[in-house]
């Protein structure tokens, strides 16, 4: 499913979720797009990149900062959540891809990085998939994760808010 909510405004912050909602636990990063919508009037832009891979680098360009939500195999428990910050996400975006989409977060990232266009506060919140089949809906493990994502996805939000907000100091 490609989300095509490409954002009516250029906000500083984006928070993309990424990820096929008709592959289990693989739409985890739309799921929580939609709920961040519902539970908070950010001033970032939320967008359900869906599984449109490289087609999104020009929603990120200007930006000033970035966070991802996506399902993320780091080789942990279902469910287990993730996040990645500062130099991690520059790792995690040149390794071996460690999202289960083609066109996935880690790409996506690393050819950001690679033209220039990636912010300098930049951050990925995943959740580890348990099922990545043909369906609908997350599997147990990940859906009693996600308040625990959504919160952390909340935290990161409000901190590069609040980092953004603040005059720069010489």
Same mark, same amino acid.
């Given at each position: 499913?490609?989300?095509?909510?490409?954002?009516?405004?250029?906000?500083?912050?984006l928070?993309?979720?990424?990820?096929?909602?008709q592959?289990? $636990?693989?739409g985890?990063?739309?799921?929580?797009?939609? &709920?961040l919508?519902?539970?908070?009037?950010? /001033?970032?832009?939320? =967008?359900?990149?869906?599984?449109?891979?490289?087609?999104?680098?020009?929603s990120?360009?200007?930006?000033?900062?970035? @966070?991802?939500?996506?399902?993320?195999?780091?080789?942990?428990?279902?469910?287990? @959540?993730?996040?990645?910050?500062?130099?991690?996400?520059?790792?995690?975006?040149?390794?071996? /891809?460690t999202?289960?989409? &083609?066109?996935? /977060?880690?790409?996506?990232?690393?050819? =950001?990085?690679?033209?220039? $266009?990636?912010?300098?506060?930049?951050?990925?919140?995943?959740?580890?998939?348990?099922?990545?089949?043909?369906?609908?809906?997350?599997?147990?493990? @990940?859906?009693?994760?996600?308040?625990?994502?959504?919160?952390?996805?909340?935290? @990161?939000? $409000?901190?590069?808010?609040? &980092?953004?907000? &603040?005059?720069?100091?010489?």
């Open positions: 499913m490609t989300g095509g909510s490409a954002h009516l405004y250029n906000a500083p912050i928070v993309l979720g990424l990820g096929n909602t592959l289990g $636990d693989d985890l990063g739309p799921i929580m797009v939609k &709920e919508a519902e539970r908070c009037p950010y /001033a970032a832009g939320l =967008a359900d990149g869906g599984t449109e891979g490289l087609d999104l680098l020009g990120i360009r200007g930006r000033q900062a970035l @966070v991802v939500v996506d399902a993320l195999a780091s080789g942990g428990k279902p469910g287990t @959540v993730s996040v990645l910050e500062g130099a991690d996400v520059l790792r995690f975006a040149t390794g071996r /891809a999202t289960v989409q &083609e066109g996935n /977060a880690g790409e996506l990232l690393a050819t =950001a990085a690679f033209l220039g $266009d990636l912010p300098d506060h930049c951050s990925v919140i995943g959740v580890q998939p348990g099922r990545l089949d043909g369906g609908v809906g997350l599997s147990e493990e @990940v859906r009693r994760s996600l308040p625990i994502a959504l919160a952390q996805a909340q935290r @990161v939000v $409000d901190r590069m808010l609040i &980092e953004l907000a &603040e005059p720069v100091r010489a």
